[in-house]
């Protein structure tokens, strides 16, 4: 039976060669309006986003201090959110229109950080829409803190 190590590097390697592969494979097949995706290029990004999401998985369940109480619902609920954040992340790379490098590196990336992904973007997206529909203006992240008006210059050039 291989050590987590042992484990861990050929799952690693093959992660690395699948990503390459398919980066290779996205430079033409990504398009910049939603409209026009082709089937291969939802493919790809859904790809990324499982090699992403399977490497995050496979790290969590080779460390020894991690208890997962069920191995399948874990790794199911690993690669849904993988490919949820990858796919909110290749639509958003679409619109933006990044190179597809850059897209297919950040939809990998997107399916390894899977809800830790999700949850800001989550948060972003509803303050946007409260804001446009007249709600709470808050910021959907906390914001630096800022010092009391009163207070005094802590910089010669923050004096005017």
């Keep these: 039976m291989p050590t987590a190590a042992q484990l861990k590097s050929f799952v690693s390697f093959w ?10 494979a996205a430079q033409a097949t990504f398009v910049s309006d939603l409209r026009d995706i082709p089937p291969a290029a939802m493919a790809i ?6 090699i992403g999401g399977a490497a995050y998985t496979a790290s969590k369940l080779a ?25 909110c ?6 619109y933006m229109e990044w190179p597809s490098v850059v897209q ?10 899977g809800s830790r992904v999700l ?18 203006p808050a910021p959907a992240l906390p914001s630096p803190t800022v010092a ?3 207070s005094a210059p802590t910089d010669a050039g923050d004096a005017k």
């Design 104 to 113: 297919a590196g950040l939809i990998t990336l997107a399916g390894y950080g």
């Design 45 to 50: 990004s859904c790809l990324l986003a499982i």
């Design 15 to 24: 992660l690395l060669l699948f990503w390459s592969v398919a980066a290779f």
């Design 63 to 87: 460390a020894p201090d991690v208890q997962v109480k069920s191995v399948s619902a874990e790794v199911v609920k690993d690669l849904l959110t993988s490919v949820v954040a990858g796919f």
């Design 148 to 150: 009391a008006p009163d």
């Design 89 to 94: 992340v290749f639509c958003l790379g679409s």
């Design 119 to 136: 949850e800001p973007m989550l948060a972003a997206l509803i303050s946007r829409g409260s804001r446009f529909l007249g709600g709470d």
